[in-house]
């Protein structure tokens, strides 16, 4: 339900992020009340234009990658309201701009990773992601998001999965002002971002959940 509403805001272009985290809400918001469920979920929304990214929403902190590796947290508790919970949440909802160059991107995970246990119920945690992402992002996105997922894998060893594990990285291939598009997918059957973008994408869900843009899995 929440994929569906998801994609019909896509398919009207609303790109205002402000009204797609309304409109989403109120859907979500009815629906929970019609089925008489406690269930709400985080998401956030990524808007891209002349080399400027603006996040909007709550969820897990958003990073930020430089060129060279150098990694910034983004704090998106004050950015936005759970989904679900209220059916008016405009008056909570923010942005933070983050301008991007070449070789710069973003990262953006469910918290399947960093609360993901090992056999000796250690966590991995968010620092153990971002020292991964730093060491990796002299590679292309896709090497990025394998040497994470080969990482998760390899702490997690024999231990159940209790979450799902899902990682979107977005990396700037060229400047803002150059026409060089790149953009690699490693999901089956799902849009990109649109052509405008000159990033390259690659998505990875370890349990092949349904994706529904940056959102938590499975909640709703």
């Known amino acids: 339900m929440t994929q569906t509403a998801v994609r019909t805001l896509k398919e009207v272009r609303e790109i205002d992020p402000v009204k797609f985290l309304e409109t989403l809400n109120r859907t979500i918001y009815k629906n929970v009340i019609r089925m008489n469920s406690e269930k709400n979920l985080t998401l956030v929304v990524l808007t891209y234009s002349e080399g400027k990214i603006r996040i909007s929403g709550q969820h897990e902190e958003t990073i ?5 590796g150098e990694i910034e947290r983004i704090n998106t508790m004050n950015l936005g309201f759970p989904i679900g919970l209220d059916e008016e949440i ?6 933070t701009t983050i301008e991007l160059n070449a070789g710069d991107g973003v990262v953006l995970y469910t918290d399947g990773i960093p609360e993901a246990y090992n056999i000796d119920k250690q966590q991995y945690g968010i620092e153990r992601l971002c020292k991964v992402i730093s060491q990796s992002w002299d590679g292309s996105a896709e090497e990025v998001k394998q040497a994470v997922i080969d990482d998760v894998r390899g702490f997690i060893g024999e231990q159940k999965v209790f979450d799902d594990i899902t990682l979107v990285v977005l990396k700037q291939t060229s400047s803002p002002n150059e026409e060089s598009f790149d953009n690699e997918e490693s999901f089956d059957n799902e849009e990109s971002f649109d052509n405008e973008e000159s990033f390259e994408e690659v998505y ?3 349990r092949k959940r349904r994706r529904l843009g940056f959102s938590r899995r499975g909640k709703i």
């Open 204 to 206: 990875e869900n370890v």
């Open 90 to 95: 405009g008056d909570f909802i923010a942005h």
């Open 64 to 68: 930020v990658v430089r060129n060279g």
